[in-house]
């Protein structure tokens, strides 16, 4: 084995650490997004008013329902998220929710 071999070798390993680094960096970053359905993160309150945030809170709206039988998606206050967004809306307050979410609020889906 030469310096050159040796060389390149090690170019070749960094370069796959590199690839390695940046398709872990995207995964994180896709997990933060508000995206991924029933593991959607729907509490960003940026740019709503102190009234839809103080709704939310009093209601206590979380993105994973501490009850599988008891999320938004089978709450008859959801709105479906549309054009393909992973997140939807509540009929009780302004922002968005998680197919996955609750509150106080929970009125089980009629039909
Ligand atoms: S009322 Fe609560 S549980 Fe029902 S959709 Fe709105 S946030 Fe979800």
Redesign the pocket.
């Known amino acids: 084995m030469n310096a050159e071999n040796t060389s390149r070798r090690a170019f070749m390993s960094r370069l796959g650490l590199g690839a390695l680094s940046i398709g872990a960096i995207a995964a994180v970053q896709a997990c933060g997004k508000s995206g991924g359905g029933e593991g959607a993160k729907c509490d960003d309150t940026t740019g709503l008013d102190d009234a839809a945030k103080a709704t939310r809170t009093s209601?206590k709206?979380t993105d994973k329902?501490p009850d599988p039988a008891?999320?938004?998606s089978k709450?008859?206050?959801?709105n479906a998220p549309e054009g393909g967004a992973a997140c939807?809306g509540?009929?009780?307050?302004k922002g968005t929710?998680s197919p996955a979410?609750?509150?106080?609020?929970?009125?089980v889906k009629a039909g």
Do not use: D, I, R
């Open positions: 209601l709206y329902s008891k999320t938004c709450c008859q206050q959801f939807g509540c009929k009780l307050f929710v979410g609750n509150c106080a609020g929970f009125v």
